[in-house]
């Protein structure tokens, strides 16, 4: 067993986007199961709003960490001379 006191690596980006992507899933399917009461699929979709609302905002920020990441790129090809290419 390791070092209870053992601090963890903190996770990416892509990493949150993974967890939150298998938690969506999760209740989702939880939510299309037969005969749940009705306080559980209220539960779950509840759970399932938060979980997407969570995503949508991962992925935004994913788009935005890749957007600077090219512009950074585009920035020093300027500043070695070698002109401006098109940012998709």
């Given amino acids: ?4 006191r053992r601090i963890r690596k903190l996770g990416t ?4 986007q993974k967890e939150l992507w298998r938690a969506v899933t ?5 939510m299309s199961q037969d ?7 209220l539960r779950a979709v509840h759970a399932h709003v938060q979980a997407v609302s ?3 905002k991962v992925l935004e920020k994913t788009d935005l960490k890749e957007e600077i990441e090219a ?4 920035i020093a090809a ?11």
């Fill in 78 to 88: 300027i500043k070695k001379g070698q002109g401006l290419k098109k940012v998709a």
């Fill in 54 to 56: 969570a995503y949508v």
């Fill in 35 to 41: 005969y749940l009461e009705v306080e559980v699929l």
């Fill in 71 to 74: 512009l950074k790129a585009e």
């Fill in 1 to 4: 067993m390791g070092n209870p």
């Fill in 26 to 30: 999760y209740v989702r399917d939880v």
């Fill in 13 to 16: 980006l892509e990493d949150a």
